[in-house]
């Protein structure tokens, strides 16, 4: 288990707010659509079979979500009923970035009010700030919501890489709890956590880069594979923390194809196919600009999926 972020003295760097634990494999969960508009119940079940499954915490509306596409509307509705299901049973962190600080602010409060745990706030797409833009943005974020917050760095999607000495800098505020990083950089993440405070919370943001990052001192995952294969990602990460480093390895090795297959195409759309394919949900329906996955990779994909014994 991850440690326990608590108040420390007054001076200290402290992780302000945070009650329960974050760490392990956490999903990255997608959201279900079905003609165009949310699948709610779809949703729940994917959240209950996930929290089943061993999953350590729940992320609603990230990349993986969709979030560029959902309606403010559709957006809070996704994390409220991810909070409302999950009733407490894991953490929920709810992805409430955006390229404006202002809309920022505003999803993050929601989040805060409709019960998560934390907020995942992504480094501002398409803008390309200076660093000295994303320390500033941040710290309007935490200032003014006053809520856990994970940063997102992940420059493939946003055109911008946050820095260590910028991260650093952003972890003395108390609010600022940790870090998805998915740079795909070991380089970058041991600068990570060797210039912020031990309890910062770092966190792999890309599934092939789980099981290096936890042995220079990760705390787990943000997983797009969760979704697919929710107790095998959880079995890795638990036999990792319990030092059996040799099961570990094992397990990252044998899904290591899928990490791969879910990147035939942008995500998420191998991985509503492979769940679709799975009866996990009903459509594989993604919003454009996404389009459903090519025939030539479907087939690719199934038999990863086969070799796995996911389906048939």
């Known amino acids: 288990m991850a440690k326990k972020i608590t108040a420390g003295k007054k001076g200290e760097n402290t992780r302000k707010g945070q009650k329960k634990e974050i760490g392990g494999a956490i999903v990255a969960i997608v959201t279900p659509f079905k003609d165009g508009k949310l699948d709610e119940k779809a949703l729940k079940n994917l959240i209950d079979w996930n929290i089943k499954a061993g999953t350590h915490c729940i992320v609603p509306c ?120 998915a740079t795909g950089s070991l380089r970058q993440v041991t600068d990570v956590i060797r210039l912020c405070p031990k309890n910062f919370i770092v966190l792999s943001g890309d599934d092939f880069t789980a099981f290096p990052i936890m042995t220079i001192g990760g705390r787990g995952v943000i997983s797009v594979a969760s979704n697919v294969v929710p107790k095998e990602m959880a079995a890795m990460v638990n036999a990792f923390k319990k030092g059996n480093l040799i099961r570990a390895r094992q397990l990252n090795l044998k899904l290591f194809p899928l990490f791969d297959a879910l990147f035939y195409e942008t995500n998420p759309v191998p991985a509503k196919t492979a769940l679709a394919m799975m009866g996990k949900i009903p459509t594989d329906e993604v919003r454009l600009p996404l389009a459903p996955m090519s025939e030539a990779n479907t087939k690719k994909l199934r038999g990863i999926l086969q070799g796995l014994k996911l389906v048939k």
């Open 62 to 181: 990230g990349t993986t979500g969709e979030s560029a596409t959902l309606s403010h509307e559709e957006h809070m509705r996704v994390v409220e009923v991810t909070v409302e299901t999950v009733k407490g049973r894991v953490p929920v962190i709810a992805g409430t970035g955006s390229n404006s600080t202002t809309e920022t602010v505003m999803l993050t409060k929601h989040a805060k009010n409709a019960g998560a745990d934390a907020a995942l706030v992504i480094t501002p797409y398409y803008n390309k700030p200076s660093q000295e833009g994303l320390y500033r943005h941040f710290m309007a974020v935490a200032d003014e919501c006053r809520f856990p917050m994970v940063l997102y760095n992940v420059p493939g999607r946003t055109s911008v890489n946050m820095l260590p000495e910028t991260v650093a800098r952003c972890a003395k505020n108390r609010y600022v709890i940790g870090i998805k990083e």
